[in-house]
């Protein structure tokens, strides 16, 4: 499935058919839009040569899809100025891209890793199952829910923040900008993150958290360091706040010469981690 639309509303949901079928709502004309089925590819796109778009002020309609039940080899999804909901996608490959639009999917599932590009728009992902999540945004926002991850997220973020509960992954790598990540209830193996002015926070409740003696969350940091430190550079954490009871703990830390590593020298950033455990 292909679709690529500009200033539409779309609404996609599977039912147990046989043949897909397209609505519209609101002034259609034909010549505007590529609509077929070729090469085993289900097309629904706005065509080159419309005159319509975001350029004019014409009114464009609104479609609605539905596809048999079964899975797909590609769902791909190009929007621009327009909202979509997706329901219950099962593919090999899932591409969501939105520019100043909304991206609403419920229930998808994939073999390999879910993309996801967001420019100033929202993008809400519920029951998903994956082998990851790769996430770009540049002043969107991203909000994941009931998710499960064989192997890892990646967030590259500009300005976009990412609010995440009720997830499992192996490995979360977090690059942002000035975006944030703000979790709830997230399980992983490991953490990478690389912030200039971004925060990333993650809340459990699992109850062995409180259990944790002070070594063991010693040991995870200096493994985050360990794997964070860029060559030629050491990490001197200049204080260590152990708040077990909140389920946080809290690192400040700076970046200082190697030949002088016991000083606290220009403060880089505040770094809120959780210990996260094994799920």
């Given at each position: 499935?292909?679709?690529?639309?500009?200033?539409?509303?779309?609404?996609?949901?599977?039912?147990?058919?046989?043949?897909?079928?397209?609505?519209?709502?609101?002034?259609?004309?034909?010549?505007?839009?590529?609509?077929?089925?070729?090469?085993?590819?289900?097309?629904?796109?706005?065509?080159?040569?419309?005159?319509?778009?975001?350029?004019?002020?014409?009114?464009?309609?609104?479609?609605?899809?539905?596809?048999?039940?079964?899975?797909?080899?590609?769902?791909?999804?190009?929007?621009?100025?327009?909202?979509?909901?997706?329901?219950?996608?099962?593919?090999?490959?899932?591409?969501?891209?939105?520019?100043?639009?909304?991206?609403?999917?419920?229930?998808?599932?994939?073999?390999?890793?879910?993309?996801?590009?967001?420019?100033?728009?929202?993008?809400?992902?519920?029951?998903?199952?994956a082998q990851g999540l790769e996430m770009t945004m540049v002043s969107g926002d991203v909000e994941l829910r009931q998710a499960n991850f064989d192997d890892s997220i990646y967030v590259n973020t500009v300005?976009?923040?990412?609010?995440?509960?009720?997830?499992?992954?192996?490995?979360?790598?977090?690059?942002?900008?000035?975006?944030?990540?703000?979790?709830?209830?997230?399980?992983?193996?490991?953490?990478?993150?690389?912030?200039?002015?971004?925060?990333?926070?993650?809340?459990?409740?699992?109850?062995?958290?409180?259990?944790?003696?002070?070594?063991?969350?010693?040991?995870?940091?200096?493994?985050?360091l360990d794997k964070n430190i860029p060559l030629g550079w050491a990490l001197t954490i200049s204080s260590i706040k152990d708040n077990l009871e909140g389920n946080r703990l809290v690192i400040f830390y700076?970046?200082?010469?190697?030949?002088?590593?016991?000083?606290?020298?220009?403060?880089?950033?505040?770094?809120?981690?959780?210990?996260?455990?094994?799920?």
């Open positions: 499935v292909n679709i690529s639309l500009i200033s539409e509303d779309l609404i996609y949901f599977p039912y147990e058919g046989e043949a897909i079928e397209v609505y519209v709502i609101g002034k259609y004309r034909e010549e505007d839009y590529t609509i077929n089925f070729k090469d085993g590819t289900f097309n629904l796109q706005k065509s080159k040569r419309s005159n319509s778009g975001i350029f004019f002020a014409k009114k464009t309609p609104d479609f609605g899809l539905r596809v048999p039940a079964v899975q797909l080899e590609e769902f791909k999804l190009n929007l621009i100025s327009g909202d979509a909901e997706l329901e219950e996608i099962n593919a090999d490959i899932i591409k969501l891209k939105t520019v100043s639009g909304d991206i609403e999917a419920k229930n998808l599932t994939s073999s390999n890793t879910i993309e996801v590009s967001v420019v100033s728009g929202d993008v809400e992902l519920q029951s998903v199952v300005s976009g923040d990412v609010e995440a509960n009720d997830v499992k992954v192996s490995e979360i790598q977090f690059k942002s900008v000035s975006g944030d990540f703000q979790g709830e209830e997230v399980y992983c193996n490991s953490v990478s993150v690389k912030s200039v002015s971004g925060d990333f926070e993650i809340q459990n409740s699992i109850e062995k958290f409180e259990k944790l003696s002070f070594l063991n969350c010693f040991s995870f940091i200096a493994n985050w700076s970046k200082s010469k190697k030949i002088n590593n016991l000083k606290v020298e220009d403060q880089i950033s505040d770094l809120l981690i959780n210990y996260f455990g094994s799920y």
